[in-house]
């Protein structure tokens, strides 16, 4: 796909929208960041999106990577890319300055972020997986530790992995069977089989750095005897010398859906050194560091396919001619007027209009938490990002599979054909609802982490921050009325599933949609009100308009699925299910 | 996969919901169809499903179709496995007695046909053409083309195909190109360029007959100019003896998401030769007898794709060990629960059984007023079957994706690697939703030909036989709503559609849906009722609670969304789509 950077709406949320270089002139070590450095990163991440990662997308669908006597090959361009890519410091954007990370915050990086995934996300896979990993030995490793790996992380010289799953363990974390033995020298033996390992193995970098999740003897059982470690593919010095090849080999690579260009592996550990990161079996906390950065990256991901899926569905209908305008000949000089004249091809435009932009404002909602919790030492923005992180990834990689599977459908039989590449994008869309904890764990850690366990606490402070006020003023009233809903609903769950312990698992899924509508609820109000005057006006306009008249009275029926017992998922027996 | 089929709720429709062996006991030329030949027809019909059909499932996605000079190779095994289905009689089990067909009623088509979509869709497809070009022929063609063509068809000994896109005209076929001329001896010389021609070559039979759409000198422009050609692969005499090879010839085929066992071409037809069937410039009609047929048969394979969601889906979650009952232990001899204990993966399973079943019994009603048309001369039954057919063609279709989207699910990781085959059911199912017109071009024939044309008079008088009484009492009231619900929809609709032109357009997607759940509430009341005091009662009264509790509130939001103004996908300029 020839990829365009979405510079125009992300400038617009940016200055219009959040104000963000306001927010960040009063805000200690985020002063530098003018509306021209933000700006000029957009401008260049764009630029690196659209030449360096997009060229390349095609080709990891169509060649894929091959794995031979436990090496990996990725497919042709890609070591020169993720080099030039590494190269500009990307990965480092949001590190730590300390260690040669760029600082930048956490709002920028969501925004490039998200250039990188509709580019490519193959490639972008082995660059997100290195950010997570440096992420968490920032947060939990020694001095020693981050002088070593940090600064090669944040270049690409080295690359991340994190390694939970276990063939019988997925979501399920506490029964892994990967153990660590300690020795005497202070580090520990790590024995176990890992799968679905991305980015595993390859031969964009020189080094790996295994993540690994095992059990010390005589751990706890379950999630509180899991301990984190540090496992290198080469063991090195503390210069970062490279020495011997440790024991974590790649068994094989997965035959995938799509990212056919990232290498998923199967990865043994058999007796390899590794290094306890953080405290012995407080492993699940530290790794969750990463995965939260992981989690909102995914959703990322779904924002990016979401908008490749717009760039590939509105060239479509602008240029495909096919059939006339109900409302008579629109484009006379052919024989058929274009498909945008068409009304259910508008619904769907529109539909894919309203979940990627209204996607981008909610990520940058979601940026601008972690930057006030990480700069402005908010406790409060961090326990909203921590709300917010589910929802992100779940709705934002449900609503970007919704939209490839929606421009796929404008460009009819030609949509099925991978000529075109749109059957890509939603081959390569599916995994982000699956991986990183699937859309329904995300449900579930919404809905009983984040809201029940304080009533609804935190939910009802975060909603408060969503003034009707800042709404252009036709849709205040709508606007109130979903945030009335959901609060009535969870009032009435946070009561109800004191007697019913299958409640908050039998609506999870509902309610996330729930909550994520009535926050786009006021996204979408706001960027109504923020365009005006703006050349965006009309299209946010409308826009809005549309979310508020065909998708957001979605909220009424939700209400009322959340209503209903949980006997209706659960009342019959197991043996119903044959 | 291992797919089973599903003898025991076909027998419970056809024995307890629909009493069809009763209805037919009174029916001229169906009153040798008792109970106990339907069951040994859908019984034979499952096992060459099962033991014919699937076990080559897996081969046609992975080794596909190949094209060398014109030639296509269909995948290893499905020669022979064509030959054998064929030869059981199935391509003509509805098929005209007179010509060697079976003259069995559509209704029992539409539970077998089911059955081999569900087995090997790449497979069926080169059966259900046939089927369509036999029944086409039947109802156009003149006797000795009938005595040719239609005991070949049925026996599979030659192939189908309908002829209609071309590149620059799908959906729009008023601008096809392809160019017919007199000849002196009666027959046309056929030019022109095909795509998306499925089984337009391959090696499974020794003559394919193509249905071709072509313009005869001076036609009218527009559909109305269009004449429907047989252009056969072979030249051939009366007796079917094959002579000459015909200009008709695969230029290429696709590659495409899914279906790779299903080889769809490119055909060149370069001065073929080419007979009319039906009068000139009548083709668009003719081919409807067609294309309805298919319409409905897609309807099945998206049920197809939905019972066979449920097959990987409930095995899955019944094996898988993962976590425990938010209820408590569930099963203490290993160290964690089957999936089916997470109500979130019965929500996604019943949603699956809620579409699978539904659609079945959905199915069943269209196959009955088929029938009561064909054979009891009911002039009404044939108009609800015409209304019927769009929302078995998309609705049908859209579920059957959604179905293999959720099975997916259910298997997190391992659902998106090749391995278990999930994920080929996903890329499978999706093409269904776009050809034979595509689920939008469906919805409007439903709301513009079908509904707004008669003001709602035929919906009415179809909805009219949809009895509350008929359903387990505690579903009535819910139903009534939907249905009182509908009907003012479509009043309004019928209102205002004349003031607005883009009105019909700009909500058939939401109201083909609205229609159909309303319909799906009458078949779930109406199966929970008939269940009662036999096995499946308790399966079949939960699954109808978790249909009205958690899926049927849909008709509220649509509802909502359908009462909005066409501005709200219309208003703004093309300009802004940019």
């Not at 920028?108 to 972008?124: I, K, R, T």
């Not at 979408?524 to 308009?545: C, F, I, N, Q, V």
Request: some cysteine; glycine content about 10%; aromatic content about 8%.
């Amino acid at each position: 796909m020839d990829y365009q950077p979405p510079e125009r709406d992300i400038e617009f949320l940016l200055t219009r929208v959040f104000r963000l270089a306001q927010e960040w002139s009063v805000t200690p070590s985020l002063e530098d960041f003018t509306a021209d450095v933000l700006s000029a990163v957009v401008v260049e991440g764009g630029r690196v999106a659209r030449e360096v990662l997009a060229p390349l997308n095609r080709i990891a669908d169509t060649e894929g990577c091959r794995w031979v006597d436990g090496a990996v090959t990725t497919p042709k361009g890609f070591k020169a890319a993720f080099s030039e890519f590494a190269s500009g410091g990307w990965l480092g954007l949001s590190g730590n300055p300390d260690f040669a990370g760029q600082g930048m915050p956490k709002t920028l990086g969501c925004v490039v972020e998200e250039m990188f995934w509709a580019a490519n996300p193959s490639l972008y896979l082995y660059g997100t997986l290195s950010v997570g990993a440096a992420l968490c030995i920032d947060s939990h490793g020694t001095a020693a530790q981050k002088r070593v790996y940090l600064p090669r992380l944040y270049a690409g010289s080295w690359t991340g992995t994190m390694c939970l799953t276990e063939a019988h363990a997925g979501t399920d974390l506490g029964i892994i069977r990967t153990r660590a033995e300690p020795r005497s020298d202070g580090t520990c033996s790590i024995t176990g089989t890992k799968i679905f390992i991305t980015s595993g193995e390859h031969d964009l970098a020189a080094n790996i750095i295994h993540l690994v999740l095992a059990r010390l003897p005589d751990a706890p059982g379950g999630t509180r005897g899991i301990s984190l470690f540090i496992v290198p593919k080469y063991l090195h010095d503390d210069s970062g010398q490279l020495g011997a090849r440790n024991s974590a080999v790649s068994g094989s690579i997965e035959h995938k859906m799509g990212i056919h260009g990232s290498a998923t592996n199967v990865m043994n550990f058999d007796g390899a050194t590794g290094y306890l990161i953080g405290e012995a079996n407080a492993g699940l906390a530290c790794m969750f560091t990463m995965m939260n950065y992981e989690r909102l990256s995914v959703g990322l991901q779904g924002l990016g396919a979401a908008e490749a899926a717009w760039q590939f569905a509105v060239r479509y209908a602008r240029e495909r001619l096919q059939s006339r305008s109900p409302s008579g000949v629109k484009n006379p000089a052919a024989e058929a007027d274009p498909l945008l004249v068409h009304p259910d091809v508008r619904r769907m435009l529109l539909t894919i209009r309203a979940w990627t932009e209204g996607g981008r404002a909610f990520a940058m909602l979601v940026g601008r938490e972690l930057d006030r919790s990480k700069y402005g030492g908010d406790r409060q923005a961090q326990v909203f990002s921590e709300l917010l992180t589910p929802i992100a990834k779940a709705f934002l990689t449900d609503k970007g599979f919704e939209s490839a599977v929606l421009a796929q459908q404008i460009y009819g039989g030609h949509g099925y054909i991978s000529e075109w590449g749109v059957e890509q994008l939603v081959r390569d869309s599916r995994i982000a609802q699956i991986y990183e904890g699937t859309n329904g764990v995300q449900a579930m850690d919404l809905i009983g982490r984040k809201v029940l366990r304080d009533g609804g606490t935190t939910l009802r402070a975060f909603l408060a921050t969503l003034s009707p006020d800042d709404l252009a003023e036709e849709f205040r009233g709508a606007f109130n009325d979903s945030i009335a809903r959901l609060l009535r609903t969870t009032d009435a769950l946070a009561q109800r599933s004191g007697q019913d312990v299958n409640l908050p698992g039998a609506v999870a899924t509902d309610y996330l949609e729930l909550t994520a509508l009535a926050i786009f609820a006021w996204l979408w109000g706001r960027m109504a009100d923020a365009a005006a005057g703006t050349p965006l006006a009309e299209s946010k306009m409308h826009t809005a308009r549309f979310f508020y008249a065909r998708l957001l009275p979605r909220v009424l029926s939700l209400e009322v699925s959340i209503a209903a017992s949980s006997d209706a998922v659960m009342a019959s027996d197991a043996s119903s299910f044959e």
